[in-house]
């Protein structure tokens, strides 16, 4: 199992993020050549080697090379994203990360989400720091992300409301649940768009979750401290065989008799966006002979608090029961395969060591079909066939 570990001991920013992710290997030129798929003008990337006390790292910095005086809403943004050539997942992964800020900052202004106006985090820069980190991530095809203690930081930070106090109130807000600590250093250390990034990616907010480190990266802040390095280190890795085999996890369910049945895709899509492992319905007869459906969703404890809010918001269920319980899984590992369509990621699966299954991940499969207009089942066997 791939594994990208965030270490936020100087907190997170969009760029320090951008910074760290070229840093373990994402080409910057790769990186560009997405980003200018948005079609946003007024940009330029300055990717450059810096040091921060004697440890070497990448500093981006997204200049703007153009004033502009636009303050967009998340209609802006989504046009902006869903006009673009990028890929689905980019797209999906992106607004995902918008929309935890749009969240935070309906919450905090008291207004609704359509009428959010972005100010710094609708600024060129900030989209191309949010885009940026959804490129980035699906490149390196990670299936969990883990989250360490997240320092914030102290003082006040200067924005278009004024001053403000450490943590800002939407990065206050975005960071909910997440474990963090403050007075690390003198200054904003973890920014809106940081806490989005992290909110919208983790899966695991235990640091001492065990991973086998195979990379050590760091993405450079714009600060400098005496006693903190301004640094973002990441780790890539992958899960530790003996933890991963098993581990206790939760299942949560709710029984829902009175709701629109169209309701239930959108819960799931809901569910599975936030990292749970799986999402399944059941069919069964309720008080009064009346049909209903169990929502049973298999989650890390660390989720739970996300699951409920997503239940209780979306669904009109008025309780979750919660069962903890062990979860035995195989080893999991991903490859690239040369095929003939290119290149196609596909899962290796082990039991005590040993290979029990191969096969291409469905999605790839699926956008092969849809480019070429063939059957979805004659892509799967092709590179099936590849594989024996």
């Not at 936020?8 to 990186?31: E, H, P, R």
């Not at 972005?118 to 969990?144: K, M, P, T, Y």
């Not at 989250?147 to 004024?162: I, K, N, P, W, Y």
């Not at 459906?293 to 029961?321: D, H, P, Q």
Request: with cysteine; glycine share 8%; aromatic share 6%.
């Amino acid at each position: 199992m791939k594994i990208l570990s965030y270490d936020c001991f100087s907190g997170i920013s969009g760029d320090m993020n951008l910074g760290a992710m070229i840093d373990l290997g994402v080409d910057k030129t790769y990186l560009i050549n997405e980003l200018n798929k948005l079609n946003l003008a007024g940009w330029e990337l300055i990717v450059q080697k810096e040091q921060r006390h004697g440890i070497t790292g990448t500093k981006v910095t997204v200049k703007q090379t153009r004033h502009e005086h636009t303050h967009r809403h998340l209609s802006d943004i989504e046009k902006i994203v869903n006009d673009s050539s990028l890929d689905i997942k980019t797209k999906q992964l992106s607004l995902e990360i918008f929309m935890k800020i749009a969240t935070a900052e309906a919450l905090v202004h008291g207004t609704s989400i359509d009428h959010v106006h972005f100010h710094e985090v609708g600024a060129v820069d900030s989209i191309i720091d949010i885009v940026g980190a959804a490129i980035c991530f699906n490149s390196l095809n990670i299936e969990r992300v883990h989250v360490s203690t997240v320092e914030l930081g102290s003082g006040f930070v200067m924005c278009d409301h004024g001053k403000l106090p450490v943590p800002a109130p939407a990065t206050a807000e975005i960071i909910k649940g997440i474990p963090v600590k403050k007075g690390g250093v003198d200054f904003e250390a973890t920014t809106p768009t940081g806490a989005a990034i992290l909110a919208t990616l983790g899966t695991n907010f235990n640091s001492d979750y065990p991973i086998k480190i195979e990379k050590t990266a760091y993405g450079i802040g714009q600060k400098e401290h005496p006693d903190v390095p301004n640094l973002l280190r990441v780790f890539l890795g992958e899960a530790i065989s003996e933890s991963e085999s098993g581990h206790d996890a939760l299942l949560l369910q709710c029984n829902i008799d009175d709701m629109n049945p169209e309701f239930f895709e959108y819960i799931s899509e809901r569910l599975s966006k936030a990292g749970v492992s799986d999402v399944f319905l059941s069919n069964i007869i309720m008080k009064k002979s009346r049909p209903g459906i169990v929502i049973n969703i298999i989650c890390e404890k660390e989720l739970a608090e996300t699951v409920k809010t997503i239940i209780f918001t979306e669904s009109t269920s008025l309780g979750v029961r919660t069962f903890p319980f062990r979860k035995d899984t195989l080893v999991r590992k991903f490859e690239t395969l040369n095929t003939i369509y290119g290149e196609v990621s596909v899962k290796r699966s082990y039991y005590k060591g040993e290979e029990v299954t191969c096969k291409p991940e469905y999605d790839e499969c699926k956008r092969i079909a849809i480019e070429k207009g063939i059957p979805v089942k004659e892509v799967y066997n092709n590179i099936m066939a590849k594989l024996v």
